[in-house]
């Protein structure tokens, strides 16, 4: 596996996907809520959903304490505590290899 520290533009990029989410969701909750909440939460669910899966798709995890680097599920994707500080993007991850749970890197896969 081949990975790589996230640059600039990858950060844009996934911005650029998240505010094309959330235009989509206020442009539905405008149009479809209240009389279509069920086609309006198809689409949250739909887009979250394929926003995981590219993410997941992307993205490798390194351990700060052990350089492990992982890959994770698409539900710990989803769910885990996601941020970015002044040394890039992190998640909060138990290690598969030496148990500690701390901030994890993000890194990016190179194919």
Excluded at 26 to 42: I, K, R, S
Excluded at 79 to 94: F, N, Q, S, Y
Excluded at 105 to 110: D, E, G, T
Aim: charged share 20%; aromatic share 12%.
């Amino acid at each position: 596996m081949k990975f790589t520290k996230p640059t600039g533009g990858d950060y844009g990029r996934s911005i650029f996907y998240i505010l094309i989410f959330m235009v989509v969701i206020t442009l539905g909750a405008v149009w479809l809520l209240p009389d279509l909440w069920v086609l309006w939460l198809l689409i949250v669910i739909t887009g979250t959903g394929l926003l995981v899966a590219w993410h997941r798709g992307e993205t490798v995890y390194r351990c700060p304490n052990c350089d492990h680097v992982y890959e994770i599920s698409f539900w710990k994707d989803l769910i885990a505590p996601h941020g970015v500080d002044k040394e890039g993007a992190w998640l909060l991850l138990r290690c598969p290899n030496c148990g500690e749970r701390k901030k994890t890197r993000v890194l990016k896969r190179v194919e």
